[in-house]
């Protein structure tokens, strides 16, 4: 990046600062008539001093701009009374009114875009220079201060990259033309006008330095609190577990003071400088007061020309403060720039070729892997990998065994090519690695670390996340979206963005060795079903949801799943009572009111269960069915119910959870409410009360809850409501509600809740385990296991992550490495999150996978390192020996030691 911010804005926006600037100095010339005509009108067109009418305009209406005479109307000759002189100078006024508007309009718009242009131009640099940074670096600054570098930080550089060459050019041209007037009119009242202002040009600058240093240190001290914000964030589990909050907050709180000090200071800095641009541009008016009134009474000056140099004057003060304003914001938009310039140029950074060069003939890599010397040191300087020489042909596998500290997993970072070598050579199939572009280690190596990420987005989102180097298949635009495409194009050039398309294809199928979509999603369940993570995803397919309309064929296999499931149940009695299914015509004694009375599954939040007893729909349908009164009554009854029954009772109370629509926090509310409540009138309740009794019955599970107040003429009751609530559905609400039939998929429902069509019954032993069984039992004997884990697949992980437990974040990990099926794996303790049964079973499977290929594994515990081909030894980040597990065991006492300690 260039040194200076004036030379990054010249470097990319040349063209548009000398146009800008070219724009600014034409209109100057209409700018100083706007000054000369006003004086004009009054002088000649009103009082008359020094013509005689009728006039002749050819002659008369022209005007001298430094020594040119400009005849407005031309060669023509055109003779004209007072009045119509009058009206024409006015006309004159306004058009040159149009036209200085116009020209501040064009020029604004310009330096916008050319200024949002060159921040995105930049914010995409910085951006990319994070790709490129050594990982060391990540240790020393942290998310917390780079996020507001790219973001918040250089979002004032826009507006002054856009200013940076055609304000000045502009504002300094407005404040000489007017200037040029007021001298033009009399000197000696200019001169007095402007006499102080180079005490404002010696003085403001040397007060703005006072602020650019405290601006620097608020920058340093906002980039520290952001740090401590991402790291509270991260680190909330800790917080609460060892009772440190306030101790958080006291720091947070000092630091909060610190800023508050140095924002205080800059408020002071600045209007002290505000109040002396002011008190000083306020002298202007006086001279001319004073001293042009003077002259005009002693008759050395016309009035008009008064007027308008009392006009002129006016307009001088914005120019000037522009141009002060202008000082300042370079100055700020220079520690700014300067600032994070400095923190995105660490050494070592890979150059951008290192992205963006594609190389020709991907070919697998063949040969050996060679270290020359290869030497990594830390920023104390001691050397972490210290001196290794080592040739590892790439058809075999290899483990590194080594105790904490003793510089494995930098090796393995080093091999990988995710860290540069402080000194050393690394060879990888006869080329030398450093020069070899991420296009060829990010696919033909993959790395996989103890605490792997992953990224927001579904699972297949980041399974697949390998496979995406560059668009393999660009989008068939049409019409409006291939004008939008052409636009997104033309402003990526224009602000030096990649204008590779978001929505093409990336994933390159070839790589993962299939030809289509299908097949890559049989092959990323192949991968997971390796790391033993298979049923995980297919549990996270019965929870999830499809279209039907898109899914046909899946939706009419998992009818099929559900007619098979009713025909299991049917032949084995004791599993008849684990399921109540779904009836048009029936009461279902395991789902609430709420649940019975729609008969569906809500869509959206209209008819959330929770806000049933607010919604006027649902109220009417009470009404028209005779259920308000009764409902208040149940209402009532549950209420008193549960008041009785929790009144002694701690919050950790089992029946807390068994009536789960009442908790031990809203039972103060419903006490309170039982207390303004008349039994013998519930109609006449308020609406809020009303409200919250009336919400009680919706979620009443008969056989849950057992309190006997669902009787069968409530049931009969909610029956006839359902069928009147299906039937007056109102238009704009008849997508609310996606209600069941055993003949249709039901679209709002998951996979899981479509076979099962009913409710788990309550009260059955293990009823959940044994009905979950039995769907998968029918879901394999239509071959669907499969088809319901592709729909797995979609399951959204959360941040970072953070819906997967760490040790299926660690197994998605090692998917996505295997899917692309690299030549060489590195993996550095990559299975420490899992339990010794799986670490076993995933070994096993990417030994046999590897036969023949290139696995290299530093692994936790030495004796893992069995049935590697070859062991190396690491100790104290030297190479101490390699050789066979068996070899080594019987002859390095290194190895012994760490084959002890286990």
Known sequence: MEKTIFGYVWRFSRQQQITMTVMSAVSLPFLYLFYEVPKTIINEAIQGIGVEFPLNLSEKLTFSILGLDIPLLGPFDVVIGQTPYLLLLCLLFLALVGVNQGFKFVINIYKGLTGERMLRRLRFELYSRVLRFPLPTFKKMSQGEIIPMITAEVEPLG???????????FQGGYLVTILTFLFMQDWRMATAAVALYPLQLWLIPKLQMRVNLLGKERVARVRRLSNKIGETVQGVQ??????????????????????YRVRERIYRQKFVIKFLNNSIQQLGPFCFYAIGGYFVIQGHLEIGTLVAAIAAHKDLAAPWKELLAYYQMQADATIKYDTVVSQFGPAGMRGPEYQLLEPDGLGPLQGELAATNLTLTDDQDVAVVDGVSLRLPLDKRYAIVGAGGSGKDELALLLARLLDPSNGNLNLGGGDAANLAEAVTGRRISHVSASAFVFAGTIADNLFLGLKHRPVGAVAYTGEAAEQRATYVEEAKR???????????????????VDDPAELRLAGLAALKSIGMDEEVYQFGLRGTINPGERVDLAADILRARTGLREHMAADPALLDLVEGFEAEAYNMNASIGENLMFGNPVGDAFDVEHLAEHEYVLDVLEQVGLTEQFLSVGYQVASTMVELFADLPPDHELFQQFSFISADELPDIQALLQRCDRANLAALPGEDRTQLMSLPFKLIPARHRLGLVDNELQSKVLEARRYFAEHLPAGLEHSVEFFDAEKYNAAANIQDNILFGKVAYGQAQAAERVGALIGDVVDELNLHDTVAEVGLNFTVGIAGSRLSTAQRQKLALARALLKRPDVLILSEATTSLDSATQGRIMDSLLADFEGRCLIWSVQRASMAENFDEVLIMRQGRLMERGSFDALRKSNEHLKELLESE
Not at 159 to 169: D, E, T, V
Not at 241 to 256: C, G, M, R
Not at 496 to 513: K, L, P
């Open 238 to 259: 800790e917080t609460h577990a060892h009772d440190t909050s306030n101790f958080v907050l006291a720091d947070f709180s000092n630091q909060l003071f610190f800023i």
């Open 159 to 169: 507006g002054f990259i856009g200013n940076a060459f055609s304000l000045p050019a």
């Open 495 to 513: 602000s030096g963005n990649i204008d590779f398309d978001v929505d093409a294809d990336w994933i390159d199928y070839a790589a993962a060795g």
